[in-house]
């Protein structure tokens, strides 16, 4: 099979009718040398025809960068949040002509620190150490002296950067469109508010009971349960069945939303009628439910983007949390108007 030869600067600057100092400036993005308009673009030019790609090696000896990131992960790429946050980080990278390598330790203690030093062994320019439940880690050691920002997660010491949804003030918003509707009473949050090895459950309710408070209104009770659709329906239908009839329910995700309408809906209830219902995620599982869900965004794809950013950035790293702003998404589960 005939390998097809790598189109080269000079390539270019032949074809452009210029030297392969000028094609080397106009392409890199130089501007020391003065070089007319009509050269800029018979180079532009040139390069889109031939299919020109800079050379990785060349550039890195130059830069004494790899022009790549590593990505660290202890899921599996399959499900929406996991796959958002490396589409995010990956298209960060592209943008940047980086080279995003991923790999994936599924909460092995072992593979986790191999890949850290294969990564770190290959020169990556620095190292997203990203989980998929929103925690408090324990940064590895091998991370030590290596540019490192955590994604969806926080050092227990508060020493090491980190993007990480701003679930407090998820929290927050969650509580507002409930104000706004005019809910002040019966007003109950559904879900557990310490999950395994999670801080968004915490946040998310202290959130919802800060805005509430600020408004003279509270949490009037919370129906604890574990954040899937079974265990919610079933927490949901025992407590309606003592009799207790809210007026609005914060469920603490979208798939304890969809248990919790599954109940209501047994007990002769309507959403949003009898009971309005806010929940986080922004899942697809929100636009599959009837009505629609109301629910808090937590922008995966975003968050993995800002970690690249912050890893892109030349000047030292600054310690501490980036808390990544989290938009409502309105679905048709509140009733307006609630008096």
């Not at 290596?146 to 998820?170: H, I, K, Q, W, Y």
């Not at 009037?220 to 809210?246: M, Q």
Request: proline share 5%; glycine share 10%; net charge neutral.
């Amino acid at each position: 099979m005939r390998v097809r030869r790598r189109v080269t600067l000079l390539d270019v600057a032949r074809a452009a009718g210029v030297s392969r100092t000028t094609a080397s400036y106009v392409l890199n993005g130089r501007t020391e040398m003065r070089i007319s308009a009509d050269a800029h673009e018979r180079v532009r030019r040139a390069a889109d025809r031939l299919g020109y790609r800079p050379n990785r090696n060349a550039l890195s000896l130059r830069t004494a960068t790899s022009m790549t990131f590593g990505m660290v992960t202890d899921f599996v790429s399959s499900g929406q949040a996991s796959s958002q946050m490396i589409s995010g980080a990956s298209l960060a990278c592209l943008d940047s002509g980086h080279l995003l390598l991923i790999g994936e330790t599924e909460g092995d203690p072992l593979v986790e620190r191999r890949l850290i030093e294969e990564m770190i062994d290959r020169q990556v320019d620095g190292i997203l150490y990203a989980t998929l439940v929103s925690s408090q880690v324990q940064v590895p050691a091998p991370l030590a002296g290596c540019r490192t920002v955590l994604l969806n997660c926080r050092d227990r010491d508060g020493e090491t950067a980190s993007v990480m949804p701003d679930d407090f003030g998820g929290g927050r918003a969650a509580a507002r469109v409930l104000l706004d509707a005019g809910h002040r009473d019966r007003v109950f949050v559904v879900g557990e508010e310490i999950t395994p090895g999670g801080l968004s459950g915490a946040a998310r309710l202290s959130g919802v009971r800060t805005e509430l408070s600020a408004a003279g209104a509270e949490v009037a009770d919370v129906v604890a349960c574990e954040w899937a659709v079974v265990p919610a329906y079933e927490s949901v239908s025992k407590w309606l069945s003592t009799g207790v009839r809210p007026t609005a329910l914060v469920c603490l995700n979208d798939r304890v939303a969809m248990g919790t309408y599954q109940a209501i809906g047994e007990f002769g209830l309507d959403v949003p009628a009898d009971v309005s219902v806010v929940s986080f995620d922004a899942s697809e599982l929100a636009g599959w439910l009837r009505p629609t869900l109301t629910s808090v965004e937590v922008p995966y794809a975003h968050l993995g983007g800002q970690a690249v950013h912050a890893l892109m950035r030349p000047e030292p790293l600054r310690p501490g949390v980036r808390a990544v702003a989290m938009p409502v998404r309105r679905g048709g589960s509140v009733r307006p108007g609630v008096m």
